[in-house]
């Protein structure tokens, strides 16, 4: 089990390009989700998704960000014209079920840089 | 909107000596609450998830939840130098949706 794989590892890009991060989910989860870490604002909830259909995505940005889980094993988190702001660690995490009692196994993380 | 505080931000023991971490919470209805520990450049790795009111024993972490005080601690005996890291407090809303508090940094000083 290689647990939760992000990648890359680390992304640059310039101030109004896009952005796509990806995560590949523990094999047999079914609930996914995105988080960010910033030194500002700490870890954020992001988004999530059960069985591939997104359920919550009220911590998304409005603007400029999306999220889709097309198959079980792989999400992406796409950023439009991103932004110096956008800069962060981008964490992505699987568990079995979305219950409370499921241990939630976390990504190393996508660090993001925009120039 | 649940709300996470933690403290002190920073926090420096002695080897062998006890560290206690505090987190305060808005909404004591959240379903668990979690310390969470992150290395530098590395992983979040759960160290303690609690449901009721009372102690969690993991090892040589112990994690207090008082909800009516809408607090809950963390403590960690004999701590070693490898024990320094960024402690996080999360709150679970029923989905494992965690919000976190911003964090204590703690050094364990040989």
């Known amino acids: 089990n290689a647990g939760v794989i992000q990648t890359p590892r680390h992304k640059v890009t310039g101030k109004g390009q896009e952005a796509t991060l990806w995560c590949e989910p523990i094999s047999g989860h079914s609930a996914v989700f995105w988080y960010r870490q910033t030194i500002v604002q700490g870890l954020e909830f992001l988004t999530y998704f059960r069985n591939q259909a997104p359920i919550d995505d009220s911590g998304m940005p409005k603007e400029r960000f999306s999220a889709q889980m097309p198959n079980q094993s792989h999400s992406t988190l796409k950023i439009q014209s991103t932004q110096p702001q956008d800069s962060a660690v981008y964490l992505c995490?699987?568990?079995?079920?979305?219950?409370?009692?499921?241990?939630?196994?976390f990504g190393h993380g996508t660090k993001l840089s925009v120039l | 909107q649940q709300k996470v505080q933690q403290s002190p931000e920073s926090l420096t023991v002695s080897e062998g000596a006890m560290a206690s971490l505090n987190c305060t919470f808005s909404?004591?209805?959240?379903?668990?609450f979690r310390w969470y520990r992150q290395h530098s450049g590395k992983g979040l790795e759960m160290l303690v998830s609690?449901?009721?009111?009372g102690e969690k024993e993991e090892g040589r972490f112990t994690a207090h939840l008082n909800r009516a005080s809408l607090h809950v601690s963390l403590h960690i005996r004999e701590p070693q130098p490898s024990d320094s890291a960024v402690y996080l407090c999360?709150?679970?809303?029923?989905?494992?949706?965690?919000?976190f508090g911003k964090g204590t940094v703690l050094l364990v000083s040989p």
């Open positions: 909404d004591g209805t959240s379903d668990n």
């Open positions: 999360a709150v679970n809303s029923g989905y494992n949706k965690l919000t």
């Open positions: 995490a699987s568990s079995h079920r979305d219950r409370a009692n499921e241990r939630l196994f």
């Open positions: 609690i449901f009721s009111d």
